[in-house]
């Protein structure tokens, strides 16, 4: 299984990005799929996840109101859509997936993880 995430970039503060993760190879039955962030010398930070069937979205706290977490399950791929962006926003963004398909907040849960994209934050 093979996740690609993309989208990343600079950004002034109050400025949006839409990121996007592709996921590829062996397909499972469900799975969840969650966003999550870091910034170097810092642990990884949970940022968003929902379940299979879309129905059940779950964000940190900070990311309320500003981040929506999508997903097409036809195409296979989660969206990240990032408003207002703050420059505490900065890190590189890892998407994952959860073959559990519970889309909790810990890094433990999930199976796969995408390679990272780059996400700065300009004040």
């Known amino acids: 299984v093979q996740l690609q995430a993309s989208g990343g970039g600079l950004v002034q503060a109050g400025g949006s990005l839409r990121l996007s993760c592709a996921v590829s190879?062996?397909?499972?039955?469900?799975?969840?799929m969650g966003w999550f962030r870091q910034v170097s010398g810092k642990e990884r930070e949970f940022v968003a996840a929902?379940?299979?069937?879309?129905?059940?979205?779950n964000y940190a706290d900070s990311m309320k109101g500003r981040f929506t977490i999508s997903r097409d399950r036809a195409k296979n791929t989660v969206y990240l859509q990032m408003n207002s962006l703050k420059p505490e926003d900065t890190a590189a963004y890892y998407c994952?997936?959860?073959?559990?398909?519970?889309?909790?907040?810990?890094?433990?849960?999930?199976?796969?993880w995408g390679q990272g994209t780059q996400v700065t934050v300009s004040s």
């Open positions: 190879g062996r397909t499972f039955s469900s799975y969840a």
């Open positions: 994952a997936a959860d073959l559990g398909g519970l889309g909790t907040q810990s890094p433990l849960s999930y199976d796969y």
């Open positions: 929902i379940s299979w069937s879309g129905g059940s979205l």
